[in-house]
């Protein structure tokens, strides 16, 4: 299984992004699928889950309302769209898989593979 994220870049505060996370190599809805993020510095931080189902929708509290998390099954796609961007938003952003379940995780131990990262930067 292989993950590709994109769509980081440099944005002003209040500005938007839209990340994918293209994912190969296993059935789409087999698993949850996790976004994460980490700030220089500090550990990594829950933002976003879906559930294999699609179903279940589950954000950190410091992201919702302002982050949108959903898939295109179609082409085995998921993306974090992220509106009115804050300077602590400032991270590099993953995304991962969960094999083991089906259901939505916040711990990133309970994720099995991830991404390689893309950088968002918020500016002030």
Request: net charge positive; hydrophobic share 35%; aromatic share 6%.
């Given at each position: 299984?292989?993950l590709?994220?994109?769509?980081?870049?440099?944005?002003?505060?209040?500005?938007?992004?839209?990340?994918?996370?293209t994912i190969?190599?296993?059935?789409?809805?087999?698993y949850?699928?996790?976004?994460?993020?980490?700030?220089?510095?500090?550990?990594?931080?829950y933002?976003?889950?879906?559930?294999?189902?699609g179903?279940?929708?589950?954000?950190?509290?410091?992201?919702k309302?302002r982050?949108?998390?959903?898939?295109?099954?179609?082409?085995?796609?998921?993306?974090?769209q992220m509106?009115?961007?804050?300077?602590?938003?400032t991270?590099?952003?993953y995304?991962?898989?969960?094999f083991k379940?089906?259901?939505?995780?916040?711990d990133?131990?309970?994720y099995?593979?991830w991404?390689?990262?893309t950088?968002?930067?918020?500016?002030?």
């Open positions: 299984v292989q590709q994220a994109s769509g980081g870049g440099l944005v002003q505060s209040g500005g938007s992004l839209r990340l994918s996370c190969s190599g296993r059935p789409f809805g087999s949850g699928i996790g976004w994460f993020r980490q700030a220089p510095g500090k550990a990594r931080e933002v976003a889950a879906l559930s294999g189902s179903k279940t929708i589950d954000y950190s509290d410091s992201v309302g982050f949108t998390i959903s898939r295109d099954s179609l082409n085995n796609t998921v993306f974090l509106m009115n961007l804050k300077p602590e938003d991270a590099v952003y995304c991962a898989v969960d379940r089906l259901g939505v995780r916040r990133p131990p309970a099995d593979v991404g390689q990262g950088l968002v930067t918020v500016s002030s």
